[in-house]
């Protein structure tokens, strides 16, 4: 048997922090450190406010080759010279708590934030190992799919493209993910963006953009730069949804007009802003086609 290799401290690290990271990496789960609030660490300078370009790899860790703790979930890393590198000296020497990519151990959280979510999982979902957390538990399943935030009222789900507080291994035997809790993520294709989300974009004007339409270019283009903020800013989790909420809004505002309104050609621009956060393109389509078709029944 040959001799383990020692391992490297990073200077000012936190002891147990750093050993819980090594342990975890060396068994197949990548870490992270969190700051406080249980939060990652900001990027880099040189991808600050997506100076990068906003990582369009990000549908997979590994691939940035900044040398710190940078773009989140997708810092998280088995490699213990990158855990214990100097550059990450300085997270860990910050770090109040240490986060794995579930995804990238082949796991699913479903995260259960209160009672209620609880007893919900407790009479609908299989059992498996469950972790207690602060509020509640997270029930931890074998098997990867798409994150998802507020699927229910207190729960969320997290595995691919998220991250997960390291709160132990937790008792019980893990069992295989199972379609009950796949069908979570998948209800987000019709379930309306959470209220405010983009209630407050400006009154319509009375110049049309395209035959029939009834609202000025400007007002258009307006709440649909405003909606592709959103669905670009949910770099974690929940563009889908949001990318429907954005579809559906805008064809609220045309339910009146006698049409056509050329809301296909905005869809598409809605569709690339979520495919350039890592929604699967064929799921954007579906949800925005889904948010276009909700108000009539019809895509405008």
């Not at 750093?18 to 990548?30: F, K, V």
């Not at 954005?246 to 007009?257: G, N, P």
């Not at 699967?280 to 948010?291: F, L, M």
Request: glycine content about 10%; charged content about 15%; proline content about 10%.
């Amino acid at each position: 048997m040959t001799q383990p290799t020692p391992i490297r401290r990073a200077p000012g690290h936190k002891p147990h922090l750093l050993d819980t990271a090594l342990t975890l990496a060396a068994n197949g789960i990548p870490p992270l450190p969190l700051r406080a609030e249980k939060v990652p660490f900001g990027n880099c300078p040189n991808c600050t406010n997506n100076a990068c370009g906003g990582r369009p790899n990000m549908k997979s860790p590994g691939p940035c080759h900044c040398p710190g703790v940078c773009h989140a979930w997708a810092a998280a890393t088995t490699d213990p010279h990158t855990l214990t590198s100097p550059p990450w000296a300085s997270a860990w020497h910050r770090a109040a708590a240490v986060a794995y990519h579930p995804g990238g151990a082949g796991v699913t959280v479903v995260d259960l934030d209160n009672a209620a979510a609880m007893e919900w999982a407790r009479t609908t979902l299989p059992a498996t190992r469950t972790v207690p957390t602060t509020r509640g538990e997270h029930w931890i399943y074998q098997g990867v799919m798409r994150s998802a935030n507020h699927v229910r009222p207190g729960v969320d789900v997290k595995s691919h493209m998220t991250y997960a507080r390291w709160l132990g291994h937790g008792t019980g035997r893990m069992t295989e993910l199972p379609d009950a809790v796949r069908a979570l993520a998948v209800k987000e294709d019709t379930t309306p963006a959470r209220a405010g989300v983009v209630s407050s974009l400006p009154a319509p004007g009375d110049r049309s953009i395209a035959t029939g339409c009834r609202h000025t270019e400007r007002f258009v283009r307006t709440g649909l730069e405003r909606g592709l903020a959103l669905v670009r800013a949910r770099t974690e989790s929940g563009a889908g949804s949001q990318a429907f909420g954005t579809a559906r809004f805008l064809a609220v505002q045309h339910t009146a007009c006698p049409g056509p309104c050329a809301l296909e050609a905005l869809g598409e621009e809605i569709v690339a802003a979520a495919v350039s956060v890592g929604v699967p393109e064929p799921y954007a389509r579906r949800a925005v086609t889904n948010g276009l078709q909700a108000p009539s029944g019809r895509v405008a």
